[in-house]
C-alpha cells in the first residue's frame, strides 16, 4: 500500500496520501536513451480538455511533477505521455477516459438532509470529507443536497503537453526501507536529504495480504510502518543514510517511538 501523492491538480493516482515535500535541485543530464519503467523524471505538463479549456498546469507556477514512470504515481496516459522522451523532448497526447479518470461511476454519490448541509454551502462547491477525499456537491434544494465523489475529470479524455526536463535512469537509483516508528518523521528527514529521490510510506513484515490502517493500528496484522527511500547512490550513500536512520530514532524502546504505542512502531 505504498503510494505517493502531489499537490498538483490530480494528475496521481488516489490511494494512501502522503505529500512529497520540497527536495533540492540534484543531479546533471546524463545520456539515456529514453525515459522507460523506473526512471524518476521532472517534467513540465499542461493538462487541457477537449473544448480547449486548460485544467492545469506547471509552467506557469514553475513547478515540474517528479514521479517514477511506471509505478502507478500518475494516471496511466500520462505515464504513456512520458515513455520514451529524451531530456528535452516534448510530446502532446491525448488520453482517453479508461487511462485517465476512467467514466464516471453513478454510485460515487451521497445524499443526505439539507438541514444537515454545512453554513455556505452551495451547488458546485467543492468540500473535503472526513477521510480526506474532495467531494462537489451537485444537487442543493430545500430538501436534499448531493455530493459526488467521483474525480471532477471523471469521464473525460484529456491532453497533455508534456516536456521532459530532467531523468534520472532506474540503474542508478537504490532502494531502501527504514522502520522508525510513525513513518510520517522519517520520511520528512528522508526528504531532506540530498541525493534523496523519492520517498513512500507504508507497511512491512506483516502476516496480512493488504491491510487497512484499522487492520495495524489493531496489531493483529503484524505489521510495522516503513518509509522506502528512492535514492541517488553517487550523491548519498546507503551507510549516510543508515546513520540518520539510527542517529533520529531509538531502536532501545520496545514497541513505540515518544508517544506512539504499538506494534506497528516498533
Known sequence: MLGLKSP???LRQAGHATQRGALPLRRSVVAHAGAKKGDLVKV???GTLDDGTQFDSSVPRDSPLEFIVGEGQVIAGFDKAVMGLEVGQKNKQ??????????????????FPAEQAPKGLEKGMKVKLSNGMIATCSKFDDKEIEL???????????????ELLELTPSERMQKA??????FW?????????????AT???????????????DVCSGQSGHAEVVQVVYDPQQVS???????????????QLNRQGNDKGTQYR
Open 44 to 46: 513540465h505538463y499542461t
Open 8 to 10: 498538483t491538480f490530480g
Open 238 to 252: 546507503y551507510e549516510q543514510l543508515l546513520e540518520l536512520f539510527f542517529d533520529k530514532h531509538d531502536p532501545t
Open 185 to 197: 518523521g522519517p520520511e520528512l528527514l528522508f526528504q531532506r536529504v540530498p541525493g534523496v529521490l
Open 200 to 214: 513512500e510510506v507504508g507497511y512491512s513484515n506483516g502476516q496480512m495480504p493488504n491491510p487497512t490502517y484499522e
Open 177 to 182: 526501507t527504514f522502520g522508525a516508528g510513525c
Open 94 to 111: 491525448r488520453v482517453e477516459v479508461d487511462d485517465a479518470y476512467g467514466p464516471a461511476d453513478p454510485g460515487m454519490k451521497l445524499s
Open 148 to 162: 459526488d465523489l467521483n474525480h471532477e475529470l471523471a469521464g473525460q479524455p484529456l491532453t497533455f503537453e508534456v
